[in-house]
């Protein structure tokens, strides 16, 4: 059964840092890779999108990477600001049937 | 992309109520899938609802609990019967959008 878990759990960073946050999961047979963020009490945002023919996409100041046989992806975020304060998810889609599968989540607090 | 709007966005019910949550969205889909985030956990997926069709449940919930209307291409409701705490969540439709999932706000519930 699929696993997907996100280190760290919790992180504070003075504003302007460059960032990295972790998800891995246990079958690395999976499909497409998904990032969203999280505001409180709010819905899902979709970040990037990572198909399973892909290694990484950019948007922005953020940039996914996915190695599925090490099962892991990171997603870095260039010059932090304190509006990125959110909690940060990833997600993957293991069968191709859009039923995503979520790890754990990282809250993000970006200090001005 | 598409919009998708949820009603209602919020709400505080008794034990023992239900309550129906509808999802709209401004295209049509095959897919919608309903999912629940329990109070500081991640996303669970809930089941798949088809149109024309019984949706599709994941395993520990049944559709005595969670009944699922999916009338046509671009709406669904999901129903939470016999409400308890326990039930005290964000729940969430989403849609396959582009490889990956778009989500609605969410509907933030209070069973007390």
């Known amino acids: 059964k699929q696993e997907v878990t996100q280190i760290p759990a919790a992180l504070s960073v003075p504003e302007g840092e460059n960032l990295v946050l972790n998800c891995s999961f246990t079958?690395?047979?999976?499909?497409?890779l998904q990032w969203f963020r999280q505001d409180p009490g709010k819905g899902l945002t979709s970040l990037l999108l990572?198909?399973?023919?892909?290694r990484e996409q950019t948007s922005g100041r953020l940039n996914a990477s996915l190695d599925k046989s090490s099962g892991r992806s990171t997603l870095y975020i260039a010059a932090s600001q304190p509006g990125d304060s959110a909690t940060y998810l990833c997600?993957?889609?293991?069968?191709?049937?859009?039923?995503?599968?979520f790890g754990t989540g990282t809250r993000l607090k970006v200090l001005a | 992309s598409a919009v998708i709007s949820q009603k209602p966005s919020r709400d505080i019910c008794q034990r023992g109520t239900s309550l129906t949550i509808q999802c709209q969205v401004d295209s049509q889909v095959t897919m919608m899938f309903w999912y629940r985030q329990q109070p500081g956990q991640s996303l669970t997926l809930i089941a798949t609802?088809?149109?024309?069709?019984?949706?599709?449940?994941e395993s520990g919930f049944v559709i005595d609990k969670f009944p699922i209307s999916r009338p046509n291409l671009t709406f669904s409701t999901l129903t939470v019967s016999n409400m308890s705490p326990e039930d005290s969540s964000i729940y969430l439709c989403?849609?396959?959008?582009?490889?990956?999932?778009?989500f609605g706000p969410g509907t933030r519930l209070t069973v007390t």
């Open positions: 997600a993957v889609d293991t069968s191709g049937t859009y039923k995503y599968i």
């Open positions: 989403s849609v396959p959008m582009g490889g990956g999932l778009a």
């Open positions: 609802a088809n149109q024309g069709s019984e949706a599709t449940y």
């Open positions: 079958d690395s047979a999976i499909y497409n």
């Open positions: 990572i198909q399973s023919s892909q």
